[in-house]
């Protein structure tokens, strides 16, 4: 979709309602991988991962158009933090497409945090690269703040997106698309 290369698993059952997961700021759909297990067996789960989009616009643009390539006309949508941005979005979008919403720990737009999230942009954009990946991979390590017996797992996990799948310009679009749902998005 316009240019982007989307990846998505899809997976459970086929014959049953679909879910569309949303994850957050990980941004990557195997981010869900807890919860996974506890719902394929009754439900078809679409869980896309975002390319690099600058828009709430394009987002959701393009995971309609994974939808209508897996032949999805209806979804509940499941989504958290990030992905509940897009989630709030996609459904005034996209009303029709949208069987259900479930969101958790996510926000409405704000523009009081406008100024908050441009700064954090312009210092992610400014800063060396390895040094981005490296504070993003430790606030995120703190944001999940693992119980002991998992803090390798998380470690590991962390380092890998953050190293290897994901680039600064990943951070980037991810403020920009926020600062865009902040400016230009009011829900009532």
């Known amino acids: 979709y316009k240019q982007h290369v989307w990846s ?11 879910i569309l997961w949303l994850v957050g700021g990980l941004k990557m759909g195997d981010a869900a991988f807890r919860s996974i297990s506890t719902l394929q067996s009754s439900f078809r789960i679409i869980l896309p991962s975002y390319p690099s989009l600058s828009t709430m616009a394009d987002l959701t643009d393009g995971l309609i158009a994974i939808l209508d390539a897996g032949g999805v006309e209806k ?3 499941l989504a958290g ?12 979008r996209y009303r029709d497409r949208v069987h259900k919403l479930i969101l958790s720990t996510t926000s409405a737009p ?3 945090k406008i100024e908050v999230y441009q700064q954090q942009r312009d210092m992610v954009a400014q800063s060396p690269d390895e040094l ?7 606030r995120m390590y ?8 998992e803090e390798n797992f998380w470690r590991a996990y962390l380092d890998e997106l953050y190293m290897q799948r994901l680039t600064k310009n990943d951070l980037i679009s991810t403020y920009d698309s926020i600062l865009d749902y902040m400016t230009n998005y009011q829900f009532h």
């Open 81 to 92: 933090s990030y992905g509940g941005m897009i989630a709030q979005v996609l459904v005034r």
């Open 132 to 138: 981005v990946m490296q504070v993003a991979c430790e």
């Open 8 to 18: 998505y698993y899809d997976i459970g059952n086929d014959d049953a309602h679909t």
């Open 75 to 77: 979804v509940s949508v």
């Open 110 to 112: 704000d523009t009081q």
């Open 142 to 149: 703190g944001m999940i703040n693992p119980m002991q017996n």
